[in-house]
């Protein structure tokens, strides 16, 4: 059998025709940079997540560089993100002359460590970013309280945490804003680069969408300097059709995971325990292994692709070892870094998949 770590191409048959007429809809207005069909998409999506606005734009990194800019970091802040993220999440601070701060994990559900973030404040400290990693989400109770201790503005990176809940509430609606990412391979993907931010405030929205287009609100008029951040028409027609299955595509992952849980009982790894106040939305299912990079070639000959998020922990990875990272720092990171992996998990995954992964897995673990 052949497990492939993620299929694109099995979404997209399910949804062919109708993404089809969306795009047709798209050429036959124009409607190529914005447009009518990226308006809808952000009247839906603020609808689902729960927020007054959603300003669409061309990817995630995008979303939170537009989120940081709207509420005030700027050159020599300082802006604590997790030391196990995705790298977008601490380029996106540099991206406004500040500095990302990194803070260790918590091993039970590998997100920021509340307690990590109020010791790695400073008087330069501006902002923190949770990351609801692998969908699932932060304990956002714990660090509210630290924000909100120290003056601290937050941004949810929701970029793997589409439709995840926290204490029956969608990630996404606790903090000043929310940064979404709809590269192709999230739980909501479009056929190319997309993102949003959700706010609630009006002049922060207003902000955001005049950085998106230029600083500007009417055309040759630029009250600021802005960037090039827009959606493509086509993005907002692909994730206008796709936004309508995220509700059964996010419960197809949950059966999976709980499909890998009961199949992986008993053998020698760690699992991550559900959070039972957490609607987790298994964009990614991660398991922790000894001697991970055997395992994941004895699974890749077996058919079996998985991943690695993250191999290097931020502070230790070329573009921010100049900060001052040193090995040891962050012991919590550091460990994932070795030992977790990341097994296939897609709505168009089968249970005989599952099983067959299962299978292998034991057979790489108890091989000596
Ligand atoms: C994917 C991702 C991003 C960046 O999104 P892009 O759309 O690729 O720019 C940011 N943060 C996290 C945690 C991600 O997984």
């Not at 025709?17 to 050429?27: N, S, T």
């Not at 207005?29 to 734009?57: L, N």
Request: a negative charge; charged letters at 20%; hydrophobic letters at 40%.
């Amino acid at each position: 059998m052949n497990v492939p770590f993620i299929d694109l191409k099995a979404q997209h048959h399910q949804i062919r025709d109708e993404v089809r007429a969306a795009l047709d809809e798209v050429m036959e207005t124009s409607g190529f940079a914005g447009g009518e069909k990226v308006r809808q998409f952000e009247q839906a999506f603020a609808q689902h997540v729960g927020r007054k606005h959603c300003i669409a734009c061309s990817s995630g990194t995008a979303a939170l560089h537009l989120a940081l800019m709207a509420l005030g970091v700027r050159l020599g802040d300082e802006v604590i993100v997790p030391d196990n993220t995705f790298i977008a999440t601490a380029e996106a601070v540099s991206h406004c002359g500040a500095v990302p701060v990194f803070a260790d994990i918590d091993g039970r559900d590998y997100c920021i460590d509340a307690g990590r973030i109020a010791a790695a404040v400073t008087a330069r400290t501006k902002a923190v970013i949770p990351v609801h990693l692998y969908g699932q989400s932060a304990e956002m109770d714990d660090i509210l309280a630290v924000a909100r201790q120290h003056g601290l503005k937050v941004i949810e990176d929701c970029a793997q945490s589409h439709a995840a809940e926290y204490k029956g509430r969608k990630t996404g609606t606790f903090g000043d804003a929310a940064a979404f990412s709809f590269y192709p391979t999230k739980n909501l993907g479009a056929y190319g680069g997309g993102g949003a931010v959700l706010v609630d405030d009006d002049t922060e929205a207003r902000t955001i969408h005049m950085l998106r287009e230029h600083g500007s609100a009417r055309k040759h008029h630029h009250e600021m300097v802005g960037y090039n951040y827009r959606m493509d028409g086509f993005q907002g027609a692909v994730l206008g059709v796709k936004l309508k299955y995220l509700a059964a595509w996010t419960e197809r992952r949950r059966q999976l995971a709980l499909a890998y849980r009961n199949a992986l009982e008993g053998l020698p790894l760690v699992l991550q325990p559900p959070k039972p106040h957490v609607h987790h939305v298994y964009h990614l299912y991660v398991v922790q292994v000894r001697d991970r990079d055997t395992v994941m070639s004895r699974l890749a000959e077996q058919g079996v692709a998985t991943g690695i998020h993250y191999p290097v922990p931020l502070h230790l990875t070329p573009a921010y070892v100049g900060l001052g990272g040193r090995k040891g720092q962050f012991p919590v990171t550091e460990s994932c870094a070795d030992e977790l992996l990341s097994l296939p998990i897609y709505p168009e995954l089968t249970e005989d998949m599952v099983d067959y992964v299962a299978q292998c897995l034991r057979k790489a673990l108890c091989s000596g």
